[in-house]
Antibody, heavy 118, light 110 residues
Framework: QVQLVQSGSELKKPGASVKVSCKASGYTFTSHSINWVRQAPGQGLEWMGWISTNTGNPTYAPGFTGRFVFSLDTSVSTAYLQITNLKAEDTAVYYC???????????WGQGTLVTVSS | QSALTQPASVSGSPGQSITISCTGTSSDVGGYNYVSWFQQHPGKAPKLLIYDVSNRPSGVPDRFSGSKSGNTAFLTISGLQAEDEADYHCNSYTNRYSEVFGGGTKLTVL
């Protein structure tokens, strides 16, 4: 069955970087794009953007340019989210989600909590 | 892209029906039949309930239904059950080749 498994929780200091992984299984990784979604504590979901697993081309939502980088390693069916120069407001749960096609996020990772605190 | 507008909370008694609205603009909800709904229990990942405005993935009970009128989409849950208590999020495709979520609605089953 389709599964997305994310890396574990992270505790980082302001200014540091973090890299979250999202390992896919149960389907052909390059057939469906991966989206990234942020959920700050007690808040709603926020779409960060997506990466084509076919071309590797990333698209970032406004507000997620500059410090946020989406990447892939197709040899291990894994997508990555890297956040640099972490700020306290980056504290959130980050989810990866498979896009079966437009607006059809049919499978989600379990989420990765990133906490930024001095 | 501004978030879609959802009520912060709704409530209903077991067996009743409730409807959650999701209001956008002609650039997102009103412009495409690409609206989806997700259910999220505390500490869990979102789960797809509805896609393409009104379609249910296999395994989702038919108590959950979706519709749209103009720039507003709706999720209706009939025959409320205790396990339906959760947060519900809408999502729409937009004219900027992107996606936008609503702020989320907390459903309380009384």
């Amino acid at each position: 069955q389709v599964q997305l498994v994310q890396s574990g929780s992270e505790l980082k200091k302001p200014g540091a970087s973090v890299k979250v992984s999202c390992k896919a299984s149960g389907y052909t990784f390059t057939s469906h794009s991966i989206n990234w979604v942020r959920q700050a504590p007690g808040q709603g979901l926020e779409w960060m953007g997506w990466i084509s697993t076919n071309t590797g081309n990333p698209t970032y939502a406004p507000g997620f340019t500059g410090r946020f980088v989406f990447s892939l390693d197709t040899s291990v069916s894994t997508a990555y989210l890297q956040i640099t120069n972490l700020k306290a407001e980056d504290t959130a749960v980050y989810y990866c989600a498979r896009d079966f096609r437009i607006n059809w996020f049919d499978s989600w990772g379990q989420g990765t909590l990133v906490t930024v605190s001095s | 892209q501004s978030a879609l507008t959802q009520p912060a909370s709704v409530s209903g008694s077991p067996g009743q029906s409730i409807t959650i609205s999701c209001t956008g603009t002609s650039s997102d909800v009103g412009g495409y039949n690409y609206v989806s709904w997700f259910q999220q229990h505390p500490g869990k990942a979102p789960k797809l309930l509805i896609y393409d405005v009104s379609n249910r993935p296999s395994g989702v009970p038919d108590r959950f239904s979706g519709s749209k009128s103009g720039n507003t989409a709706f999720l209706t849950i009939s025959g409320l059950q205790a396990e339906d208590e959760a947060d519900y999020h809408c999502n729409s495709y937009t004219n900027r080749y992107s996606e936008v979520f609503g702020g989320g609605t907390k459903l309380t089953v009384l």
